[in-house]
Structure formats: C-alpha cells, structure tokens
C-alpha cells in the first residue's frame, strides 16, 4: 500500500509520516524530530543523540515547544488553506492502491433462549500478506465491533479511531429491530469498518485482523498485541499537569468545540424541519381529501376536482420520500460526526497526558542531572519520543479527517439539495400533467356550450 | 286546473319543467340579452382613506372605492372617451347589493367581497386596513360591479345606474324605493321551508346543493389555511440553515466560501415564501367568492319555498272557503265551525242571516281566487325566470372554478420552479465546498 508499509508491531519508520501531505519535518527543531520511532536499544537511536539533547534540556526547554514563527506555518498546514494542498492530498488518495476492501450488510435476526440480537456480514478482500486467505465471510454483532473499537483504542492510542453508531437505545422508545433502525446502524458499521480498512496505520493493527478473519472472537481474553507506544502510553500515569500546550493544539480544540456546537444546531435545525414537514403532511392530505369530496356533489366539475386531489396527493408521497431522505441520511451523519469530534478530543487529551509526562520527568532529570550530574535517564528518552511520536500520528490523522469530513460533508449537503430538488421536480412534474388536463377539459367544455 | 278535487293544484302552473318554453335544449343557454357592461366599462380604480363620522357620531378611519365608468364606444374622433368616477364605500355596496336581493329574487345575485378577513392563515393581516386586504377588497368590488353589469336582468336595473353615476342622489332613491319594508319576514322564510308541501323538486335539489357547495368551500378555505400555516413554518425553519451555515463557514477555510454563500441561498428561500403565500390570496378570494354564492343560491331556493308555500296557504284558504259555502248551500255539516255547532245547540239561524253569510264567502272566494291566481303566476314567474338564473350560475359557476383550479395549478408550478431553482443553486455552493 505505502512505500515501506509498516508491518503489525513496527511503526513509522524512516522518512516524514505517510500520511502528511507535506514533506516537511513535523517539528520546528529538526534535529530531534526528522525520526519517530521508538527506540528498541539502549543505545540513543534518533538522529540527534545525546548531545544535541543535552543542549535542548539545559535551556530547560520542553522540546515540544514551538517557537511562533513555526506555529503559524504549523497553523497552515493544518488548516489546509492552500487548494494545492487539498488536490495534493485528493491525489494521493486517489493514487493510493487499495488492497483491502471490507462490507457490512445482510442483517439477520437471531433469536435465543437468552436473548434476541442482530448480525451483520462482514466481508473482506485483500491480496495483503498479513491475511491467510484473499476473501472471508463471517457474521459480526454490534458487540464485536464495539470490542474492535475498544482494542484499537487501546492499542492505537495516538490515532483517531472513527466512531461506532450509539451503543445504547432507549427501549420503548426505538425500536432495536426496526428496519429502519437496523438499515441506519449498519450503515454506520459499514461506514467505520472502511475507515477504519482505509487507515494506513490501523488498518494493518491485528485485533482488525482478527475481526475480520476469526471464527471466535476471543474477547475475553484479549489478544496481547499491544503496540510498544500502546502499552507504554497506557502506562503514562496521571498526575503530571500540561504547563503549556502548543497553540497548534488549541486551535484543533477550540475547532472541535466550536464544531460540535454547529453541529448541535444543525441536528436541531433537521430535526424542526422535520416535524414541520410532517406537520404540513398532515394537514395536506386532509386537504386533498376535500377536494375529493367535493367533487362527489358536482358533475362538470368531478374530472378537474378529482385532479386536483389526486396531484396533492402525489406532493403528499414526493414529500414523504423527503423527510424519509432527510432522516435516514442527513440526521446519522450528523450523529456520526459528533462522535467523531468526542474521539478526537480524547487522543488531544491523551496527547495532553504525553506531554506532560515528559515534561515532568524531564524537569525532574534536569534537577537531578544538576546536582548529581547523571546522565539524561533513558525513561525521558522514551517520553520525548513517544510525544513526538504522538504529535506526528495526531496531526496527521487530524488533516485525513479534515480532508474526510470536507468530502463527507459536501456529499451529505449536496444530495440533501438534490433531494429537495427531487421533490419539486416531482410536484412541478405532476401539476404540469394536471394543467393540460384542466385547459383540454375546459376547451371540451366551451366548445359543448358553443356548438348549441 | 283542478281545482274541484280535494286537492287543489298546488303545482307550479302544472307544467312541465321540459316544456318550459324557455328551456328547449339539452343543454340550457342563456338568453342572449344585451346587457349594460356591452355599453359601459366598469372599474374600481382606487381606493383612499377618509375620516369622518359614523352613525353613531364618532370619529372613524375608511376607505373609499373609487368606481370609473367609461362608455365602451370611442368617441366620434376615435378616441376613448374620458371616464365618469365616484367614491363609494364597502357599506354602499351592502345596501345596493341588499335592495338587488329584494328587488330580484329569482336571481342570484353576485356576493361581496367579505366584510372581515377571515379564514386567515398565520401571518396573513386580518387588519380591514391592511393594504394587502383593501387591494384585495378592490378586485373583489370591480368583480361585483362587473358581474352584475353583465347580468342579463340586473343590469337593467336604474338604481344600480344611479350607483355607478350619481355620488349624491343615489341613497336617497335607494330608500325610496321602500326595498327595506319589501324584504321576505325571517320567520316566515323559516315557516315556508318546514311547512311547505310541494315544493319544486328541482329547487329542493338545488337547495341541496347549495348546502353542499358552501360545505366544501368552507372546509377547503379552513383546510388551506392550515397548510399555508405550515408550509410557512417549514421555509421558515430552513431560514436556521443560513445562520448556522455562515457561523460555520467562519469554521473553515477551505468549505468556508461554499457555506457562506448557501447560507445566502437558504435565508432568501425562507424569505421566499412569504410572496408566495400572499400571491395565492387570490385563489382562496375565489373560492370565497362561490361560498358566498351558495348563499345567494339557497335564497332562490327559499323563495321559491316561500312562494310555493304562500300558493298553498292560498289554495288552503281557497277551498275552506268553499267548502264553508257547500255546508251553507246544502246544510250539512262536514266542517266544525263554531257558527255550526252553536246553531245547532242554540237553533238554526235566519235565513236573511243565512244569506248574508253565502254573500260574504262568495265574496271571499272571490277575492280568493284572485289570490290564488296572483299568488300562482307569482310562482310561476320566480320559477321560470329563477330557473334560468340557475342554469345560468352553474355554467358560470363551472367555467370560473375551472379556470380557478387552473390558475392554482400554474401558480403550484411556479412555486415548484422556484423552489427547484433555489435548491440548485444552494447545491452549486454546496459543491464548491
């Protein structure tokens, strides 16, 4: 898939991330950054060593620190202002060779004594080397993907794992084996499987592998896959505070703040609409009704009165397939994102935890380096690398989710207009039909009257 | 006739509808008469607020109606001569239109626009001086002064010329003519229709109808303002869709145009509905107009109830009389009278007495009789000119609706249009994102 594809337990490796679409070196001081790896020796691996951290340390200066002038071209790059970049970025998804393709469909009810619950087919294809087989078929419930969920997490701690359509409903008030319901969460599974099969780094993350090839997923047991910077990030304990985080990082926050709000909103705005809609169909089918009445008490008048009924009544079914539209596509997305935006807020948060953690051992080595001259201990090694190496995953992950939610968002509006589109095109469509109707029946009319 | 029979003919000149010699195709036409509209144009121009004060002395805020009459032949030089024009008010029309329905009962006579706003959807002003309303209130005039111009038998009429000429003059003739004190008594309207037995069947189905007709055009009046009601919310609500689009677009960089400009979109397609709405006034003026006509139509039909009902009562009183001069004549007594049994309890009365009371009721058949024979042509003549009215309503009645329905139709494919086009063009923003 990638130059130098990362295999299971081995991180990026070598040169910039694969998934930045600007080859720049991910921090302002290159020395320390141009490598994000985790070292497997004692031995200093990264391409600055010792002594060019010892400079960095005795200015007291958490490495993460960006000075201003990088924090602006930092800002750019992610806020994708260039179109450049955005082709750029178009391109190479579009020249990116997909070797693993995934679908959720064909629910099935399964009822026992237990319990009843629903499964999904998960399909696979791939020519990757990490599968057995080229193609699998195997059945998965909503617990298994959560468990999926879980263990990507977990082990991938520094990614952005896309979000799973709600866990809990209400019971009484959703119905859990509606088709409507159960059409709607496998579109959601369907759209995380991919995302996730679409991911450079999580696609190739063994729990996905096994949900997808094992015939039993061993949940309980959990496979001991933990990538190194997983396990050592799960390790990363509380307690240290964030004295400064880089603005690059409060601009992500407050973005996803600000887009949850409107995001908020426009669930509530599709949600008025609605029941507007509904309200308003409601009340036009009793309308069309009374022309329909009407037309029973005269004679001249029946064929152009029954017409009338029977367009509103054809407007009642095109606005019905609208507020169907709307609610099964425009409503989950929303959903969808909000989740989205929570799960992003919880890898800034754990970035945050990183952060800290090295900054504090740091100080503390510093202090200890001072008055016992020690050398840097390997443990802040570890941290700076693995908050480097978090840095680099986040803001990559962040610009493929931009990138993602601007093409999710552009279709989701697009077809809701066409969709709107659709609708007056259907009512226009039949009051035309309806209009020569009318105007060949007048002319029938006058011309009886004229010809006595 | 058969007047001998214990049934008196209580029918309508006993004719038959088919032969009335009015009425001799299949399809009725109506009687080509030439009508004023043919020689004058008619128009409410204008309206105007005045002050002044009402009955009751207080000062009152009006409007008046500016009506212009323009004969319809150019002037010997070719050109179209200048147009007459008086100020009228609303209450002016109620009193021609009254003395109309006084003096014509076998017509039906044109409504009014309506006195107050009603069947009002949400945010459509039920104000009398809303300027929407008076507009609206214009054409509705322009449309009665020119449908009874038109009409074959009420543009004869003088006072209705006065109307259109004379400012000054013309309520002074309009007392005049007494139509007040002429007008049918409520309760023996009332009376009539539950007590009459022979009504025309034709007239009975027609009352019918005009129930019918007024059911469903008050209930689609109601129905459509309901839905007006809503669709004004939808398009409203969409107007959100603008706010929350520009606050986003401020979000981004790269969608942020795109947004921007959709919001634009959305805020003039919530905008959008209010002309739409108000446009579609016109349609429910024009069913308005035909509930009203039910009205103007069941009082045909209650006339001719209460003339069919005033025959009877005639023919009743007819043959008691009669009857009463049998009894006299040949002494015996089918009849209770009072006279009767008291001359049988107290002895029979004198023959001068006896004769004396043979000469009144003859008298009074008499002048019975005639009664009848007035009340019978009276019948007859509202049957035959009522009929034809009738006919001539539904015809009109079926020509206008249809052209209605087909206004509302072309007014539905203009708001589809335009709602296709503000969706595609949000849609273009949308894909500039």
Not at chain 1, 152 to 161: K, R, V
Not at chain 1, 208 to 219: E, G, P, S, V
Not at chain 2, 370 to 381: D, F
Request: proline content about 4%; some cysteine; overall charge negative.
């Amino acid at each position: 898939m990638i130059v130098g594809a990362p295999r299971g337990l081995q991180p990026v490796t070598g040169t910039t991330h694969p998934l930045s679409a600007v080859q720049e070196t991910l921090s302002p001081v290159p020395d320390v950054t141009a490598s994000c790896h985790i070292p497997n020796s004692s031995s200093s691996s990264s391409g600055g060593g010792g002594g060019d951290k010892e400079v960095v340390l005795t200015n007291g200066k958490p490495v993460e620190t960006s000075s201003p002038a990088s924090a602006s071209s930092l800002l750019n790059r992610l806020q994708l202002d260039d179109d450049l970049e955005a082709d750029t970025l178009d391109l190479y998804a579009s020249t990116e060779t997909r070797d693993l393709f995934v679908t959720v469909d064909d629910p099935k009810k399964h009822v026992s004594t237990m319990e009843t619950y629903i499964t999904y087919r998960v399909s696979t294809k791939t020519s990757r080397i990490e599968f057995d087989l080229p193609e699998y078929n195997l059945r998965r419930r909503y617990q298994d993907f959560d468990w999926l969920r879980m263990k990507l997490e977990d082990s991938q701690p520094t990614h952005l794992i896309p979000p799973l359509p709600e866990k809990f409903v209400m019971k009484g008030v959703v119905d859990r084996f509606s088709e409507e319901f159960v059409e709607t969460r496998m579109k959601a599974l369907d759209k995380f499987l991919k995302r996730v099969a679409d991911h450079p780094v999580l696609s190739f993350n063994p729990h996905l592998n096994a949900f997808l090839t094992a015939k039993d997923l061993n949940k309980r047991q959990g496979l001991a896959l933990l990538t190194k910077v997983g396990e050592s990030v799960k390790q990363a304990a509380g307690g240290y505070k964030l004295r400064a985080r880089p603005p690059e990082y409060c601009v992500m926050g407050e973005y996803l703040d600000t887009f949850n709000q409107k995001l908020g909103t426009m669930d509530r705005i599709a949600q008025r609409i609605l029941k507007e809609q509904t309200e308003y169909l409601v009340e036009l089918r009793e309308y069309g009704s009374v022309y329909a009445g009407w037309a029973g008490s005269e004679d001249a008048l029946t064929r152009p009165l029954e017409g009338v009924a029977g367009c509103v009544s054809t407007c009642c079914g095109a606005m019905e397939d609208l507020s169907e539209g709307m609610s099964q596509e425009l409503l989950p997305v929303l959903r969808e994102y909000v989740l989205y935006i929570e799960s992003m807020k919880n890898v800034l948060k754990k970035r945050d935890q990183s952060q800290a953690e090295y900054e504090g051992r740091l100080e503390a080595a510093v202090i200890r380096k001072q008055e016992e001259k020690t050398p840097v201990p390997v443990e802040v090694e570890k941290c700076q690398d693995r908050v480097e190496c978090f840095n680099a995953d986040l803001k990559a992950d962040w610009e493929r989710w931009q990138s993602n939610k601007r093409q999710d968002f552009r279709q989701l509006l697009t077809s809701m207009a066409d969709k709107n589109i659709n609708y007056f095109e259907k009512c226009q469509s039949a009051w035309e039909s309806l209009v020569s109707q009318l105007q060949d029946d007048q002319a029938e009319n006058t011309n009886e009257t004229n010809c006595d | 006739m058969a007047e001998e029979r214990g049934d008196p003919s209580e029918r309508t000149g006993g004719s038959d509808p088919m032969e009335d010699p009015l009425e001799d195709h299949q399809h009725t036409t109506v009687m080509v008469v030439s009508s004023l509209s043919s020689r004058l144009e008619v128009s409410v121009a204008e309206t105007e607020k005045r002050n002044g004060k009402n009955a009751m002395n207080m000062q009152e805020t009006f409007t008046v109606y500016l009506v212009e009459t323009r004969p319809v032949e150019p002037l010997a030089d070719g050109r179209q001569p200048a147009p007459d024009s008086l100020w009228r008010r609303y209450s002016e029309f109620e009193i021609l239109r009254s003395y109309l329905l006084v003096t014509y009962p076998a017509v039906v006579v044109s409504p009014l626009p309506e006195k107050r706003a009603e069947f009002v959807w949400h945010k459509l002003s039920a104000d009398n001086m809303d300027p929407d309303f008076v507009e609206r209130r214009r054409v509705g005039l322009e449309n009665f002064l020119q449908r009874v111009t038109s009409h074959p038998v009420l543009s004869h009429d003088s006072i209705l010329y006065q109307f259109l000429t004379e400012e000054q003059g013309w309520k002074e003739a309009v007392y005049d003519t007494g139509f007040q004190d002429k007008a049918d008594s409520r309760l023996r309207a009332l009376s009539a229709t539950f007590r009459v037995r022979n009504p025309d069947r034709r007239f009975v189905e027609m009352k019918h109808y005009s129930d019918e007709l007024q059911s469903h055009t008050s209930q689609l009046l109601r129905a459509r303002a309901r839905v007006a009601d809503r669709l004004y919310g939808v398009y409203k609500v969409h107007g959100n869709y603008g706010r929350v689009f520009s606050e986003w677009s401020v979000l981004e960089k790269q969608m942020g145009d795109g947004l921007q400009s959709a919001g634009h979109h959305m805020d003039a397609y919530a905008a959008s509905i209010d002309d739409i709405l108000e446009e579609a006034e016109h349609y429910g003026d024009q069913l308005k107009e035909y509930l009203f006509y039910a009205e103007a139509l069941r009082a045909v039909c209650r006339k001719h109830e209460l003339s069919q009902y005033e025959l009877e009562l005639a023919c009743q009183d007819l043959l008691s009389k009669k009857q009463q001069r049998e009894e006299l004549a040949t002494g015996s007594v089918r009849t209770f009278s009072l006279k009767g049994m008291t001359s049988k309890l107290f002895g029979q009365e004198a023959p001068e007495q006896r004769e004396a009371r043979l000469h009144l009721l003859e008298e009074q058949i008499s002048e019975g009789e005639q009664a009848v024979e007035e009340r019978r042509s009276e019948c007859q003549v509202h049957v035959g000119g009522a009929w034809v009215d009738v006919q001539r309503f539904r015809q009109q009645k079926d020509r206008d609706i249809r052209e209605a329905l087909i206004g509302y139709a072309l007014m539905q494919i203009s708001m589809c249009k335009k709602g296709v086009q503000m969706w595609s063009n949000t849609k273009e923003c949308f894909l500039k994102m």
